[in-house]
């Protein structure tokens, strides 16, 4: 079965310092990687995605992310936070054909708090 | 508003009732998704709809609880007899049909209390 793991389960940061999450994922075969981001009180919102082409993706807000084929993982970046990144942040994974086409597999979350 | 709508937002009910949340998901969205997410954790998957056919079911979900989607527009999830391991957010997304990019988008979540 497909598993998501995210490596830090809370990051406390200070503004302008640079903020990098890891997300690994178990999966041998095509898959489509998201990032999605939980503001305080808000739902769920799409940060960013890769289904193919250019392993480094742009999302909304600056945020970044690099797929590595070889090392599974979908890393999360952004040169320079502000106070206002202060959310929850979900990996998740799509993994595609088998008896898992169209569920995702989320990671468990990393809490990000951006200190002023 | 546009996106994906659940309703109600919050309950709160007693051990042994049962509870039924719905969710519109997006009106060209023929694809449904149910996840129940606990504190700390992502979300969990729990069922899957195509239009109006349930195509997947999480094998970690009890038979207490069942999901319709009658009409292939809005869904609703039902538990019967809720359990206190029961209280969690039940959010339900959905995505466009297939050829597009398989991304969900999220309704607002149904924050589930059991007393």
């Known amino acids: 079965a497909q598993s998501v793991s995210q490596h830090n389960h809370h990051v406390i940061l200070s503004e302008a310092a640079s903020l990098e999450l890891g997300c690994n994922y178990s999966?041998?075969?095509?898959?489509?990687l998201f990032w999605y981001v939980q503001y305080p009180g808000q739902h769920l919102q799409l940060l960013l995605k890769?289904?193919?082409?250019?392993?480094l993706v742009k999302g909304i807000k600056g945020f970044e992310a690099e797929f590595i084929k070889s090392k599974f993982s979908f890393n999360l970046r952004k040169p320079s936070v502000q106070w206002s990144d202060t959310a929850e942040y979900f990996c998740a994974v799509n993994a595609l054909g088998g008896d898992s086409w169209g569920k995702f597999q989320f990671g468990a979350g990393t809490q990000v708090v951006v200190t002023p | 508003d546009t996106g994906v709508s659940q309703d109600p937002r919050h309950k709160i009910t007693k051990r042994g009732q049962n509870v039924t949340f719905r969710c519109d998901p997006i009106s060209e969205h023929n694809r449904l998704y149910w996840y129940r997410q606990t504190l700390g954790q992502g979300p969990e998957f729990l069922t899957y709809f195509q239009n109006e056919a349930q195509l997947e079911k999480s094998r970690l979900l009890s038979d207490r609880f069942s999901a319709e989607r009658p009409k292939g527009s809005f869904s609703t999830l039902e538990i019967q007899r809720t359990e206190q391991g029961d209280s969690a957010m039940y959010l339900c997304?959905?995505?466009?049909?297939?050829?597009?990019?398989?991304?969900?988008?999220f309704g607002p979540g149904t924050r589930l209390t059991v007393t």
């Open positions: 997304a959905s995505s466009p049909p297939p050829g597009g990019t398989y991304e969900q988008y």
């Open positions: 890769y289904f193919s082409g250019d392993p």
């Open positions: 999966y041998g075969g095509t898959v489509n």
